[in-house]
């Protein structure tokens, strides 16, 4: 089992992951706090494949308005359902994104190619971490050299880029402009 620290840099918060590898499945339970506009928790728990694609993610929010909860899972290659309801909107989204982590873009980031100038480009279900909301929205990423990424939002932040510096595994070390792996 591994533990990981992300500071935000956008805003005072900080998140702590577990993440547990075995042959038959990833998984990974995190908590985010964060003291702007009166505070919030989030907790995340996360199912995923062996390589890496999500199969459900759980979230529990507590802020000062209470506590909510949503459960996104696959219920079918590209098909979502929210809280156990079939959502066709999301229909061919390949992965989450949780907007709150730097950790759900691995699993994209670990499909782009290794060769400089390659790239990825698909459909996500977007989660807001503030409202709880799902969203279908488009990214891409690209291959910059080795351990370096740029994010590049097609979809609901059209226009928004971010370079990434990630480890072996894929998992963020730096995203521009909003979070930092914290050694630990």
């Known amino acids: 089992m591994s533990i990981l620290f992300w500071r935000r840099t956008d805003l005072d918060g ?11 499945r990833v998984t990974a339970v995190s908590t985010v706090i964060s003291t702007e506009a009166g505070g919030l928790r989030l907790d995340h728990r996360w199912v995923l494949t062996p390589d890496w ?13 209470g506590h909510e909860q949503l459960h996104l899972a696959r219920v079918g290659p590209a098909e979502w359902a ?22 759900c873009n691995t699993f994209p980031i670990r499909r ?12 996500t279900a977007f989660i807001d971490g503030e409202t709880l909301t799902v969203t279908r929205s488009r990214q891409r990423y690209e291959r910059q050299g080795a351990g370096r990424l740029r994010f590049v939002d097609l ?15 894929g998992l963020p070390t730096t995203y521009a402009g909003l979070f930092e792996r914290v050694p630990n």
């Open 155 to 169: 979809g609901l932040f059209e226009g928004f880029t971010a370079d990434l510096e990630v480890d072996d595994e």
């Open 14 to 24: 900080l998140e702590r992951l577990s993440l547990q590898i075995k042959s038959d």
């Open 53 to 65: 694609r999500a199969q459900s993610v759980e979230i529990e929010r507590w802020d000062a308005q």
């Open 82 to 103: 929210v809280n156990g309801t079939a959502r066709p909107d999301l229909d061919g989204a390949e992965e989450p994104d949780l907007s709150v982590t730097p950790f």
């Open 112 to 123: 782009v190619p290794q060769a400089v100038g390659s790239s990825l480009t698909l459909d």
